[in-house]
């Protein structure tokens, strides 16, 4: 086969994927120079690694050996909070971390993702970031770094496994917590929790241990794969369809270095920017449907859910709104990100926060 048949056979599966009418036609024309990029993702396990790594091993096909990725599960290189200085220095050429642990060099990262009670759909969070204007914010923010954020990557809400039945926001007081720090911990220090620090490879043992005896991670089928059910006897969530308060649309992105996103030519940047929102797309629905399967097996595990209420979502909230005030006045980004968020939430739209909670509250902008 020529390789200008190869090209084609590329550009074909590109399209399959979603993102040929935009790339394809540039890509054809870009000249193949083989670039292979490290990345690193967040995952450590379960359907999380592996739909990384076969969207990883797709991308070599898709632009005809022009880019390539060599993917990297969580701790193969560094540490998940080592994963931003390891790109910035060109350890790692791109990254898929969560969006909030770059809340510690970027304050307003904090509200790049799920803040406890905010916005509660994948959908909402798309229209923040590409119909609101939030992509052009996080780009700035980044790129004051030395990174590029080419984009959000959506993966499912977060939930909450425990040793001991938690039927209201009552039961969590005094129960040692992990938690991915930040306003989220702050929310649960604010009703009782005494909340640590963990990154998601040391959750497990954390558990097995005792060290904690509630936990939040990810979505259903990535915790079984880790072996939550083992270490634990109830998953804890909202009402019916609010799975998550505290991070109901947890996010993921796709982070480059800066150095390697300026030796891409403008086709191949737009090729990247473009299969992000596949992967985005591919990596939820797969999660989602592998969840599907993980009920069954927590059921049968003997795994035991427990839902807040519609009261403690009223209450929680009321702990929420000025903590969100309070987190987007310690930074004029943090607080330029958070008003579109905040007059979305309170838009004929969504309607989620009444404005008598905001009264008194102002932003420092």
Known sequence: MTRLTNRRAALRTLAGAGAA???APHIAGAQANGTTWKIQTSWPGGAGLQIFKDWCASIQEKTGGELAFTPFGANDVVGDFQLFDAVKNGVLDAVNPF?????????AATFLTSIPLGLRQPSEFDTFYYGLGGIDIARELYAAQGMHFVGPVHHDANIIHSKVPIRSIDDFAGRKMRLPGGMVAEVFNAIGAETTVLPGSEIFPALEKGTIDVADYVGP???????????????????????????????MDITVGQA????????????IEMETHVYSDMHYAAIQKADQEAWGKFEADGTEVTRLSQDDVDLMTEVAVPIWFDYANRDPNAARVFKIQLDYMQSGSLGYVDPALTQGLELKL
């Open 21 to 23: 009418t935009l790339a």
């Open 99 to 107: 969006t909030i642990y770059a809340q510690g060099i970027i304050p």
């Open 221 to 251: 089928a990535v915790n079984y794969a880790l072996g939550f059910s083992q270490v634990t006897d109830y998953i804890v969530m909202g009402p019916p369809g609010f799975m998550s308060l505290y991070q109901p649309v947890d996010i």
């Open 260 to 271: 390697a996103w300026d030796a891409l030519s403008p086709q191949m940047k737009q090729f």
